[in-house]
DNA sequence: AGTAATAAAGACCTAATTATCCTTTATTAG
DNA sequence: CTAATAAAGGATAATTAGGTCTTTATTACT
């Protein structure tokens, strides 16, 4: 569905946003382990991110990344498109070259309907608001199972 | 949402399906001109299909693949755990270790609801059905643009 | 000024997917 | 029996995704 860059964008910004109050900012250490990613690739993401402006950060000691608190929630499409592109939200769930209602693939009518569910929940949902049901103990952005 | 070598395959099987009235076999080179795929590779799906007795083919002059039309029809969902597995279909949208309704990541409830709607599909649509339609004129297996 | 902490940037590596090629085996027509 | 045909199978190449490492730039604290 996305790509694990994707993914691992998703939940290090929904972690990033649930600790935004904070007004220390959080190191990529800190990050990675939360919503267990590696670290490096974590931030490699995170510049891709930070470039997008999805996101802020600050270079030195007691740097890190941090959301601005001010600015408009970040909706869900906003990071898949950054990091995956569109194609994986509006391409033929065939592989036909386009996605197209006047020549369409055999299971476009009833794929396309259920691809538009989920780009209408991308674009309903955003990272502040995951943060918050996160915050209220409603969901976890990792599993340990030792 | 599938890989390559998935879409391949149900373009595949819907247009063998889609003249498998025809006594005839249909060779390789037919299927990969028809669905506009690589010919070695899918010939490797083939492959993997006519192992898991999703398609029959038989050597020889006059040799092909075809579809048993008396077997029952094929789902959708039969393809896709062929080629691509079950994880696709049931996995964690963000990434979790497992999708679980106990530890639910942030998007789980929205995101399963649309993931179930998808498996339902490839559940209830059959490969033999599409094909009718192809045949019907309402739909196409690839796009010729030039 | 000097040092430690931190993100940015780019080079690099690894694994999986996608794709091609070539040889072997089975089948059929003649 | 032979030649032609077509799938099966194996080896390998190319591309993309996933991931690591090293160096550089920036900042804060002594
Ligand atoms: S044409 Fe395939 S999903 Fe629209
Ligand atoms: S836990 Fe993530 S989709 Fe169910």
Known sequence: MFSKACKYAI???????????EPEKTGLREIAAEID????????IMQILSKQNLVNSAKGP???FFIDTHAPEIKLIDVVKAIDGTQSI???GLGLKSCSETEPCPIHHEFSAIRNGLANLLKEQTIQQL?????????VLKHHLN
């Open 11 to 21: 939940r290090a910004l929904i972690y990033l946003a649930s600790r935004s109050e």
């Open 37 to 44: 990613s590696p670290e490096a690739f974590t931030a490699k």
């Open 62 to 64: 007691h740097g890190g």
């Open 90 to 92: 509006y391409g033929c």
């Open 131 to 139: 943060a918050r049901e996160l915050k209220a103990g409603k969901s």
